[in-house]
């Protein structure tokens, strides 16, 4: 069993900065490879970004590619998300993600372990 706890979110004015953590425990960090998802109110749970297990791959959605950034310290067992000109339908709850491989890390009906989500808000 993996948990994992997100931390980060928060309020910020549009064009504004957030870091997102994620840190997980219960299973060998480096055996997994880790996404970040968001979800807003009536909207289905996407997928924004994913890193391999040894990090040296990443994916994007189009719509944040430029802006953010996901990045990990497997000496930390932790995975960041990196988000930079935030925008307005950027809001959403973010939720960090654990599976066995980076394809199965981009699909949420493939991913194995979910964080409890935080919020992200971004005002205009």
């Known amino acids: 069993q993996v948990q994992l706890v997100e931390s980060g979110g928060g309020l910020v004015q549009a064009g504004g900065s957030l870091r997102l953590s994620c840190t997980a425990s219960?299973?060998?960090?480096?055996?997994?490879?880790m996404g970040w998802f968001r979800q807003a109110p009536g909207k289905e749970r996407e997928f924004v970004a994913a890193i391999s297990r040894s990090g040296d791959s990443t994916n994007y959605v189009d719509s944040v590619k430029g802006r953010f950034a996901i990045s990990r310290d497997n000496a930390k067992n932790t995975v960041y998300l990196q988000m930079n000109s935030l925008k307005p339908e950027d809001t959403a709850v973010y939720y960090c993600?654990?599976?066995?491989?980076?394809?199965?890390?981009?699909?949420?009906?493939?991913?194995?372990?979910w964080g409890q989500g935080t919020q992200v808000t971004v005002s205009s």
């Open positions: 993600a654990a599976a066995g491989t980076l394809y199965s890390a981009n699909d949420p009906r493939r991913v194995d372990y």
């Open positions: 219960g299973r060998t960090f480096s055996s997994l490879a």
